[in-house]
């Protein structure tokens, strides 16, 4: 396990050192890897870390500029519409009453900046690139019965229950640099990490300025036993179910036999 | 120690599921019930999507029953024309829960559903129960006898038509109660994920007046076949049926039910029926209490819907 971890970041660097090679002549561009392109899921999955390697890459045509270089780095889960519900007094017992359907929200969002979100760029670039939980567009999917006035209390309960569980993050100080121009950051993925094609991108920023981006796939899948489990109860959920049934009756016939008493 | 739940798509510690599936079977054990009216709030409670503890409760019933099944037929104490009749109910009950269910988890309405049945039912068994077995103590107390069933006793329930000859049981009613009896229960039972055995057994004394040495037999044979139907229905229309989770369940449950049937053989029956009246009213408290107090976060957010796994 520890060969692995001094191994994957030396990979990391190799891959972003070989990528840079091929990169188009700009006048600052940015390479970036990943520690891992799967996450595997198995028994004993309680959460991990995916780690982000960059270079800051510069040419002759770089223009020298007094503003610090800014990185933000966006890891994405797969995006659905998700419903906030809302509890409310009915005939005196508490039920779920409002709801609210956002539109094509990431299931996961974690964002890591060199400095607050905010001071980074403009409003728009920030809400294009998700830049900043603040910046999320939180769009609704379909007419609500939610009056306008209402709709920043179910946003604003979307985003902090999204944190207190785990699944959205933002941190402003994990970004470590290596150099002048290498960094690295170690995203950690909570234990209900939702499966699916995540999209990890890297941002370049410099005085309000996007300079360069790129975007790597990470893909969550669960592997072996879970896997099979999982596609075995979506594909043949009939036969799952028999086999469970089965499972269940053989527990109890086999305990009865071993304890029996008379 | 961590184990994952690839269904849940959670981690969840091994002993805490084991020791739990351990303490209701030690109570199913000692007063002769299924125990998935203890066993699906206290996954509910520790943070299992309601709709995989129920689903998954439903799987670990066929388990508890299975071991009771097996011992009365030794014993050759089940009606099965009888235990038949039930299911033919039960199976339709079931289907007709299960189609419900999926409708209440769209809604965001199921939650609701089983915490005010669960205030309803067990608030209303454990308050019948509690009575009956205070008014027993009384009596045993003061010395009066108890009044053996008269064959010739008669209720409302044998008025009603389409009448059939149980020989086993020694009756001849309607099927009409007995199929909608199983009907009630197996419907119950697959929103609520019970076995429903604390509300049958009654049912089959006092409503049909199935003999006493008869009536856990049958009733456990109803179960078994009724939840197992609950089961594969489950897993066909919402997929919610973890099948590691279930194993850990019926593993502790069956182990524990051993030694609850143990210490349940040094209990007088008066007693042990307090106590189980007890308890059935304690779990529909917890719940009456979790619908009328101000809940801290009034928010929630929905799982977000299952994604097909990228191949």
């Known amino acids: 396990m520890s060969g692995r971890r001094i191994l994957l970041p030396i990979l990391g660097l190799l891959a972003v050192l070989l990528a840079q090679a091929g990169a188009p002549v ?3 561009g940015l390479v970036a890897a990943l520690s891992a392109d799967v996450v595997r899921i198995e028994s004993n999955y309680t959460g991990t870390n995916i780690v982000v390697f960059g270079e800051i890459t510069r040419d002759a045509g770089t223009v020298g500029r007094p503003d610090p270089y800014d990185i ?4 994405s889960g797969p995006e659905s519409n998700i419903t906030t519900r809302r509890k409310g007094r009915f005939l005196g017992i508490w039920v779920n009453r409002d709801a609210e359907v956002f539109a094509d929200v990431p299931s996961f969002l974690a964002v890591h900046t060199t400095r607050p979100p905010h001071e980074l760029s403009s409003r728009a670039i920030l809400e294009e690139h998700r830049i900043g939980l603040n910046f999320l567009n939180l769009r609704i999917a379909r007419a ?3 009056p306008i006035s209402d709709r920043d209390n179910f946003r604003a309960a979307f985003l902090r229950l999204r944190l207190a569980g785990g699944l959205y993050s933002e941190r402003h100080d994990v970004i470590d640099f290596l150099s002048n121009s290498l960094f690295r950051t170690s995203v950690p993925l909570p234990a209900n990490i939702p499966v699916g094609d995540y999209k990890v991108t890297a941002y370049l920023l410099q005085g309000g300025t996007l300079l360069a981006e790129t975007q790597m796939p ?13 596609w075995f109860a979506h594909q043949y959920s009939a036969a799952y179910g028999l086999l469970a049934v089965l499972l269940a009756v053989f527990t109890g016939w086999l305990a009865g036999v071993i304890f029996r008493r008379d | 120690m961590q184990v994952y739940l690839p269904i849940a798509e959670l981690p969840i510690n091994m002993f805490m599921v084991f020791g739990m599936g351990g303490a209701v079977g030690f109570l199913s054990g000692l007063f002769g019930i299924g125990g ?12 299992i999507p309601p709709a995989i503890s129920v689903a998954t409760v439903t799987t670990q019933v066929v388990a508890s029953s299975t071991s009771g099944v097996v011992a009365y037929w030794r014993r050759k104490m089940i009606d099965f024309k009888l235990a038949w009749m039930l299911l033919v109910g039960g199976v339709v009950g079931s289907a007709v829960g299960v189609w419900l269910f999926g409708i209440l988890q769209t809604l965001g309405q199921l939650d609701l559903v089983i915490s005010l049945s669960y205030v309803t039912f067990l608030s209303a068994i454990g308050g019948l129960m509690l009575f009956e077995s205070l008014r027993a103590m009384a009596r045993r107390r003061s010395g009066a006898k108890v009044t053996a069933r008269r064959p ?17 049981s020694r009756l001849y009613v309607s099927i009409i109660p007995i199929i909608g009896l199983g009907a009630i229960i197996g419907f119950l039972g697959t929103i609520l994920g019970i076995g429903g055995g604390f509300m049958m057994v009654p049912a089959l004394i006092y409503l049909l007046r199935v003999p006493t040495n008869i009536v856990i037999g049958t009733s456990l044979l109803q179960i078994l076949v009724t939840m197992a139907a609950a089961t594969v229905l489950h897993a066909m229309s919402t997929q919610s049926v973890d099948i590691v989770l279930a194993m850990l369940l019926m593993v502790g449950g069956v182990i524990g039910a051993q030694f609850g049937a143990r210490m349940g053989q040094k209990l007088r029956g008066d007693q042990l029926r307090l106590l189980l009246a007890l308890l059935v009213l304690g779990v529909g408290v917890r719940f009456a209490v979790n619908l009328l107090m101000q809940p801290d976060e009034l928010y929630a957010v929905d799982p977000a819907p299952i994604l097909e796994q990228a191949k």
């Open chain 2, 152 to 168: 010739g006793q008669h209720n409302w329930v044998h008025g009603l038509p389409l009448k059939m000859r149980f020989y086993r």
């Open chain 1, 144 to 146: 609500s019965d939610v």
């Open chain 1, 72 to 75: 933000a780095v966006v890891v």
């Open chain 1, 218 to 230: 990470l893909r969550v899948a669960k592997t072996g036993f879970e896997q099979y489990t999982y």
């Open chain 2, 36 to 47: 998935g009216f203890l066993l699906t709030p206290l996954l509910i409670f520790s943070g």
């Open chain 1, 26 to 28: 700009r006048a600052e």
